[in-house]
C-alpha cells in the first residue's frame, strides 16, 4: 500500500504560478517499488487526464497544453513530486491528483483544488 497526500493548491490570478507537491508514504519496500508518478487534473463532466509524469529514471512527459509552462520534478530522499505550473490560465482550473505507479498498481492522492480566474 502507498499513501499519497498532496498539497500546494489555491486561488490564483491568471498568469501567476502555484506549486503542487505530493508526498508518498509506505512500508519502505512498496516505496521502492514505484516507477512512475504523475499529475491529473479533473474537471466537472470531464474525464481525468494526465498533466505531467516522472519516471524513476526522472524521464518527464507533459500533456500538449503545459508544455513550457509546468514543469514536474521529485525527490527521491523524501519521497515527493513536485509541479511547478507558472503562466497559469483559467482553463488550468479543476482538481489536481497525484498517481504513483507501481508494475501491477496504481494509487491515488485526495486531490487538491486549483482554481486560476481571469
Known amino acids: 500500500q502507498v499513501r499519497l497526500v498532496e498539497s500546494g493548491g489555491g486561488l490564483v490570478q491568471a498568469g501567476k504560478s502555484l506549486r503542487l507537491s505530493c508526498t508518498a508514504s509506505?512500508?519502505?519496500?512498496?516505496?521502492?517499488?514505484?516507477?512512475?508518478m504523475g499529475w491529473y487534473r479533473q474537471v466537472p463532466g470531464k474525464q481525468r487526464e494526465l498533466v505531467a509524469q516522472?519516471?524513476?529514471?526522472?524521464?518527464?512527459h507533459y500533456a500538449d497544453s503545459v508544455k513550457g509552462r509546468f514543469t514536474i520534478s521529485r525527490d527521491n530522499s523524501n519521497n515527493t513530486i513536485y509541479l511547478q505550473m507558472n503562466s497559469l490560465k483559467p482553463e488550468d482550473t479543476g482538481v489536481y491528483y497525484c498517481?504513483?505507479?507501481?508494475?501491477?498498481?496504481?494509487?491515488w492522492g485526495q486531490g487538491t483544488q486549483v482554481t486560476v480566474s481571469s
Open positions: 498517481k504513483a505507479s507501481r508494475i501491477f498498481d496504481d494509487y
Open positions: 509506505a512500508a519502505s519496500a512498496s516505496i521502492f517499488r514505484i516507477k512512475t
Open positions: 516522472i519516471t524513476s529514471e526522472s524521464i518527464t
